[in-house]
């Protein structure tokens, strides 16, 4: 039977981890109580010493880049207090060159390369989430949530902290002679915690001090334990916390204006309340999921597999990470266009819920392979998507868990499930032996197209990782069938039957030019469910870090891969290098080269190029160009005809004027398709959720004598208040 191979892995596996956990290092230097103050402090920035005196004070900050364990070489304060609103955080950031501190004023969550400070918040102190609060040294704020177990994307970036979470805090920064201070006042209605009657929560500070590519911590962090929260403080809260009725209310007015077309108002709104304070209950109706801010140009010819867009609609970001699972069967993209929408989050004790449904007038289509009977071409108009997840903790940093997702389609509301996907399944994350992780995930779907139904059809995959100060070792399996239909979800491939495993060691020479080396092997081998072999790769590779946020990234590949019947031998390199050298130029480049596929009825090898770069520049505090160019060429053969040629560059240009009001162009030109896009947008952000935005569109294509054609001007406009009752 097919599933043999995958079931008995899975039952050997598993066995481990459930007899042996690794229990976590305690050290009570780092578990304090926090007191309460009789007087709120102002939350300007001056670091009023007679009140502040009176938090509790953490000074044992201590270097994790470049020199792990060693001093830092500036001193840090913190000072954390609460009343029954409130928590207060205040840091003394001292620095013996104020005017080297790199600092921008630009829009909330836009912070990049700056220094700062981040206080990570584990509220239900359970090792594998936190919320996470930003705030540069000109007192912009950056808000998210880190989540230890998160899988990145590739190409996503290193940073675990997903920050299109937002909420309301209030915080300032000030420079002065001795460096600079923060301070943040985070109201307890803005955070989820246990519904009990003293609080214990994680906590960790991290302060970054960018030209010296240093980062400290309080507590410290080390590379030799496997994971991030498992080595924050704790803070201890003992008084009544007032978290009010907790309900939040979100108007929102929009309205659009097309060339040749009236002007089209609409109205919609958002309802939030906390049920308790570890239960949140979200309603919107007619939701605005007009994107202000455009998706940065992919390039989109001779690819074999979809592209991947990330989300950016509120709506759908807010407790995102509660759906997310080792196969992303929650895309919300998916959802094109709700009329009502409604979602339930929260986490009692130990257990972990999300309930997610949508009522979609503009759905995607369910796809059954094999089919005759189903084209495509059926209209059904409405769409209705519930997805319910839930995870039980096991332990500090292990984890079990169950998702269902559930997509009807039909022509009316009456008819919604004449066609259906289903999927459920269960997952795992345990960490054992204090540096090995296993992750699994088992599925089932089924479908319903018209006449046409599927059987139960199964899918899975597991991953066993090892990761200590030097060696990291990882192994994946993945079983996807082609029948295997999820269509709230996104995969890129599905047919395979897929093996990888990779292997790296980190020297560490932690110097002010080199922090660590990685070399690395990959090697990749998959199949169909013909058992005919598809892929077979193998990569060396390398990463180093070092200077001023440098990194610089490189690998050789040589694989075969099956198209069409015919197998390609092949071989590539590609590198990227990064670096911030000054506060005002932060920039990327990479390139690649080496034997590419055009992928065809009748495909052939040839021989494939690409380079690019992006570019940050900061003249001024608050005034930023950025720049993303990128270039593929495809050619028959090495130095032979060239097929096509693609440039795309994308251009954002921002001017803050004030905190709350910014002025932002963006540009983006694809001249393979001889499109050109540009948008302005005036913005006043008070804070999430209150917001003025006022805008115009405009896309050209350029015409046989090189002139570029008006194709349609958008002017469009959106007000939304954001009530907190």
């Known amino acids: 039977m097919r599933l043999t191979f995958p079931i008995v892995f899975f039952y050997i596996i598993i066995s481990i981890p459930c007899m042996v956990f690794a229990a976590s290092n305690k050290n009570d230097a780092y578990h304090v109580v926090v007191p309460e103050f009789l007087n709120s ?47 207060y955080i205040a840091i003394r950031c001292y620095d013996s060159d104020p005017k080297a501190i790199r600092r921008t004023l630009t829009q909330r969550d836009k912070v990049f390369g700056d220094d700062g400070i981040t206080v990570y918040l584990d509220t239900f102190n359970d090792k594998k989430r936190a919320f996470a609060f930003e705030v540069n040294p000109c007192g912009v704020q950056s808000d998210g949530v880190y989540t230890e177990t998160k899988r990145r994307r590739r190409g996503a970036g290193f940073n675990k902290i997903d920050k299109n979470w937002d909420t309301y805090f209030l915080a300032n920064a000030r420079i002065d002679k001795e460096g ?48 991030f929260l498992i080595q924050a403080g704790e803070i201890r809260i003992d008084g009544e916390l007032d978290t009010g009725k907790n309900l939040e209310i979100m108007p929102v007015a929009t309205g659009l204006k097309t060339t040749g077309e009236s002007f089209v108002p609409e109205a919609g709104l958002n309802l939030k309340y906390g049920l308790t304070s570890d239960l949140t209950a979200d309603l919107t109706l007619n939701p605005d999921f007009s994107q202000v801010e455009a998706d940065i140009p992919q390039i989109d010819v001779n690819q074999r597999f979809a592209l991947y867009y990330p989300e950016k609609r509120p709506f759908f970001l807010e407790g995102k990470d509660f759906f997310d699972t080792p196969l992303e069967l929650v895309y919300t993209r998916t959802i094109v266009n709700p009329d009502v929408g409604v979602k339930l989050t929260g986490k009692f004790g130990r257990t972990t819920v999300g309930f997610l449904s949508t009522y979609d007038a503009n759905p995607t289509e369910i796809v059954i392979p094999f089919s005759a009977a189903y084209s495509g071409d059926s209209p059904m108009d409405r769409g209705l998507v519930n997805i319910l997840r839930v995870k039980q903790d096991l332990f500090k940093e292990s984890h079990i868990g169950f998702i269902a997702t559930d997509k009807e389609m039909g022509q009316s509301l009456g008819d919604i499930t004449r066609n259906f996907n289903r999927v459920f399944g269960v997952d795992g994350h345990f960490k054992f032996k204090d540096y090995y992780r296993f992750t699994f995930q088992i599925l089932g779907s089924q479908s319903k197209v018209g006449t046409e139904r599927t059987g139960f059809v199964p899918a899975m995959t597991f991953n066993l990782s090892r990761n200590t100060r030097h060696l990291q070792f990882s192994a994946e399996y993945l079983y996807l069938p082609e029948d295997f239909e999820a269509s709230s979800g996104f995969f890129r491939r599905k047919d395979i039957k897929q093996f990888r495993t990779r292997l790296s060691y980190a020297f560490l020479p932690q110097n002010e030019w080199i922090v660590d080396i990685r070399p690395s092997i990959e090697y990749r081998r998959a199949w169909d469910f013909n058992n005919i072999l598809t892929d077979d790769e193998f990569r060396i590779g390398w990463f180093l870090t070092g200077w001023r946020g440098s990194f610089l990234w490189g690998g050789f590949t040589t694989e075969m891969e099956r198209y069409n019947g015919i197998d390609f031998h092949r071989k590539g390199f590609r590198a990227s290098l990064r670096s911030a050298p000054f506060a005002w130029l932060n920039g990327m480049f990479n390139f690649s080269f080496g034997d590419g596929i055009y992928y065809s009825d009748d495909p052939y090898m040839g021989y494939k190029t690409s380079f690019g770069f992006m570019l940050t520049l900061k003249p001024v505090t608050n005034f930023r160009l950025f720049y993303n160019f990128k270039n593929d060429r495809f050619f028959k053969n090495r130095g032979g005809e060239r097929v096509y040629s693609i440039n795309i560059i994308s251009q954002r240009i921002g001017y803050q004027i004030s905190k709350t009001l910014s002025l932002r162009l963006i540009t983006d030109y694809n001249d393979y398709y001889k499109e050109l896009f540009n948008s302005l947008l005036l913005s006043w952000e008070l804070r999430p959720g209150t917001v003025f935005y006022i805008g115009m569109d405009d896309n050209r294509e350029k015409d046989d004598i090189g002139i570029f054609r008006n194709q349609g001007k958008v002017f469009f406009i959106k007000i939304s208040y954001w009530w907190r009752v």
């Not at 001056?46 to 880049?65: D, G, H, N, P, R």
């Open 41 to 87: 402090p102002k939350i300007d920035g001056k670091l009023e010493k007679a009140l502040w005196e009176k938090a509790v004070i953490l000074e044992s900050f201590t270097q994790y880049e470049p020199r792990e364990g060693t001093e830092p070489s500036e001193n840090t304060i913190a000072y954390i207090g609460y009343d029954r609103k409130n928590l």
């Open 180 to 227: 600079y201070t923060v301070e943040i006042s985070i109201p307890f209605k803005s955070l989820r915690f246990p519904n009990s009657g003293h609080q214990i929560w994680g906590l960790q500070i991290m302060r970054n001090i960018q030209r010296k590519n240093e980062e400290i911590y309080w507590p410290p962090r080390s590379r030799s334990i496997n994971g």
